[in-house]
């Protein structure tokens, strides 16, 4: 019975760190103009108000009959972020353009995809960023919770916004605090429990043959 018990314990502690691994970013809204677009945040996704000082970007689509963007960004290397985040953790400033009048508009999908793999996503339904600071090169919305990567790793991101009604939005990049393990880093910790509890298995069967 207690050999069962510690099974359902491992499984249990397995389970709960496999599935970290699907990485979700937070949104959350930013409260004044704290984080201001400029050189040193570049625009990853971009209208003509960027300034990014000749750092890539993929054009956000502008013109009055288009509703939808679906975008991938440049690829990047690792070492061109690491540089620009210097030491922080990476985040994305989303600005948003809202016409005066018209409803709240959707994010409804950003991921961030290492080496051709996509490890961060974050999904939105209905109309879930309406402007705070309209247009004005401020982030309206904060992305947060990026997994990590080293400077070999090739980082592209992927966006798609509905229910545009003003002119393009600016995707830009932020550095901060916090860091997210890599799933790698996850599955050895999964591993490791998985090993403990072989470890007491075999101890427990042993001194059951000795008694």
């Known amino acids: 019975m207690r050999l069962k018990k510690l099974f359902l314990f491992v499984l249990v502690m397995l389970a709960l760190t496999l599935t970290s691994f699907a990485n979700t970013l937070s949104l959350s809204a930013v409260n004044g103009n704290l984080f201001q677009q400029i050189t040193q945040r570049p625009c990853i996704f971009s209208n003509q108000s960027c300034v990014n000082g000749g750092f890539p970007s993929t054009d956000v689509p502008n013109g009055g009959n288009i509703t939808n963007y679906n975008l991938l960004s440049p690829t990047y290397t690792g070492s061109s972020l690491l540089a620009l985040l210097a030491g922080g953790s990476l985040a994305m400033g989303i600005d948003i353009n809202q016409a005066t009048g018209q409803g709240s508009q959707t994010l409804t999908r950003f991921e961030m995809l290492k080496n051709g793999v996509v490890v961060d996503t974050f999904i939105g339904s209905g109309p879930n960023v309406p ?7 401020f982030a309206d919305y904060l992305l947060t919770g990026f997994s990590s990567f080293v400077a070999a790793d090739s980082i592209s991101f992927h966006f798609v916004f509905d229910n545009a009604n003003d002119g393009p939005e ?3 990049l932020i550095s901060t605090a916090a860091a997210v393990p890599e799933p790698s880093s996850l599955l050895l910790s999964g591993l490791g429990v998985l090993l403990l509890g072989f470890a007491f298995y075999k ?4 001194s059951e043959q000795k008694n």
């Not at 402007?131 to 090169?137: C, D, L």
């Not at 101890?203 to 042993?206: A, V």
């Open 170 to 172: 600016n995707v830009f």
């Open 131 to 137: 402007a705070t600071n309209n247009g004005n090169g």
């Open 203 to 206: 101890r427990d069967r042993g």
